[in-house]
């Protein structure tokens, strides 16, 4: 026998809730519109706030109408046939069913400031979930023409997100997120490999562009392997020892590279091999790094705001530690792009031509005889 649909149930309200923040969203919105002078208590949220269209369209109509006088409120429903009225432009779902069932659920109108600071919580986690995503997909979108530079820019938006969380829920000392870090992405680009090689066989190569390239860190490798012969480039240089693919075999020799299993002869051939410059392939590692650095945080602070144990506060611990990551990459960065200041040649002070005066010499005085 097919199934007789209630006349008092609501579609909206049939729908399972995707998160516990959808009741607190009702007990507001049944508050506002059991007591509409409560709203004055209400801040920190807006029509963006809310999880659903219609439960935004509802607070927004609240909010655009002048509030009823109490005692007349309670003999009718007028200001509530405005209220539908003027969200029914938004969400032509709504009924005065579902208003009715608002008012029914709220616990206590009350308690209308404390539901809305958790309406503002929630909306927080979301922005933060969108701004961490917005970040983590640009950072592996290969059609983007500038993508270091696009990227940071969304970095500098999920910290701006950060820091307005933050303002809104001061974070408290030690109140550390408890999700586990998601793991590293596996790397299997074979590009990024022979950009390393490259690398290696330029450097030593032209070893006097190993110590201008501090910028580059062993940590902005793919392959262990080539992390490890990096380090060993710049001890040579550093102790100022002669530098050719021999002298980095012995030292990778020390450094127990070979005993990882690569070959001597292997990585001779490795190092013999220049093109280009290490300039250039340096500045392609370190903006994989950047990018692959960016991609991780997004998904590290997008795991955060995925649990739902996770605080406002724990919210903005998490973002910031997460984000000085970013931060110390973003700087080698620039210190490897921005162009060297030009130096100025030293400024002499001209002197100044001598006054004209008396002379500073003078014959000997003659004797006067008497």
């Known amino acids: 026998m097919p199934r007789t649909p209630d006349p008092v149930e609501d579609d909206l309200d049939t729908i399972p809730p995707p998160h516990p923040v959808f009741h607190v969203e009702q007990a507001l919105l049944g508050a506002l519109l059991l007591e509409p002078q ?16 219609a ?17 007349e409120h309670a003999k009718n429903t007028k200001w509530l046939d405005q209220v539908l009225a003027a969200a029914h432009h938004q969400a032509c779902g709504l009924s005065a069913t579902y208003l009715h069932a608002l008012v029914q659920v709220c616990p206590w109108p009350r308690h209308a400031p404390a539901y809305a600071r958790m309406i503002e919580a929630e909306h927080a986690r979301r922005r933060l979930k969108a701004a961490a995503q917005r970040i983590t997909y640009t950072a592996r979108n290969t059609s983007l023409p500038q993508r270091v530079a696009t990227t940071l820019v969304e970095a500098d938006a999920l910290a701006a997100v950060v820091d307005d969380i933050a303002a809104r829920f001061p974070p408290h000392s030690g109140s550390l997120p408890r999700t586990p870090a998601p793991p590293l992405a596996a790397n299997h680009d074979e590009q990024a490999g022979d950009e390393e090689r490259l690398l290696l066989a330029t450097a030593t190569a032209c070893p006097s562009s190993v110590a201008q390239m501090r910028w580059l860190a062993p940590g902005d490798f793919t392959h262990p392997l080539h992390a490890g012969l990096w380090q060993c480039l710049t001890a040579l240089t550093r102790r100022g020892t002669p530098v050719d693919p021999v002298t980095v075999l012995w030292e990778a020799q020390h450094r127990g590279l070979l005993d990882a299993g690569a070959e001597p002869r292997g990585l001779l051939v490795l190092l013999a091999g220049p093109v280009g410059s290490p300039e250039h392939w340096g500045e392609r590692i370190l903006q994989r790094s950047v990018l692959g650095a960016a991609h991780h945080i997004g998904r590290r602070i997008e795991a955060f705001t995925n649990d739902s144990a996770t605080t406002p506060y724990q919210l903005v611990i998490g973002s910031r530690r997460a984000l000085a990551d970013l931060s110390a990459v973003r700087t080698r960065w620039q210190h490897a792009t921005s162009p060297e200041p030009s130096r100025k040649p030293a400024h002499t002070r001209s002197k100044a031509a001598p006054r004209a005066g008396p002379p500073t010499t003078a014959p000997p005085a003659a004797r006067i005889s008497r």
Request: charged share 10%; glycine share 6%.
């Open 38 to 53: 409560r709203l004055a208590s209400v801040t920190g949220i807006c029509p963006d706030s809310f999880s659903t269209a």
């Open 55 to 71: 439960h935004a369209a509802l607070f927004a109509a609240i909010g655009s109408l002048p509030a009823p006088d109490p005692a």
